[in-house]
Nanobody, 121 residues
Framework: QVQLVESGGALVQAGGSLRLSCTWT??????MGWFRQALGKEREFVSA????????IYADSVKGRFTISRDNNKYTVYLQMNSLKPEDTAVYYC????????????????WGQGTRVTVSA
């Protein structure tokens, strides 16, 4: 069983930056993904990265502002979020899956508990 723990969520002003981290407990070669869920909305894909780090994908809404990366030696995946907007406010979830990076949440078998990001106008 893989356990995922997110951190880094905070309250930030629009235009600011945050870096989220997600640490897992055991060695794995999983694709890692970030999803988010705003209050009253469905969970949506944000970004994903292959085990090697060579393949990354992004939702159109964050492309050019967010960057995903990983350090397998530290068992950690990061989401650098720049130029934050109020519409980025959500709980952000880290997920691990065995497929190539994908937008589909069903392809991710393990999930963290989430970290809250609030962007004030």
């Amino acid at each position: 069983q893989v356990q995922l723990v997110e951190s880094g969520g905070a309250l930030v002003q629009a235009g600011g930056s945050l870096r989220l981290s997600c640490t897992w407990t055991t060695f794995n070669s999983f694709t890692m993904g970030w999803f988010r869920q705003a209050l009253g909305k469905e969970r949506e894909f944000v970004s994903a990265i292959s085990w090697s780090g060579l393949t990354t994908i992004y939702a159109d809404s964050v492309k050019g502002r967010f960057t995903i990366s990983r350090d397998n030696n530290k068992y950690t995946v990061y989401l650098q979020m720049n130029s934050l907007k109020p519409e980025d406010t959500a709980v952000y979830y880290c997920a691990a899956g065995v497929t190539t990076p994908t937008y589909y949440s069903d392809n991710y078998a393990f999930w963290g508990q989430g970290t809250r990001v609030t962007v004030s106008a």
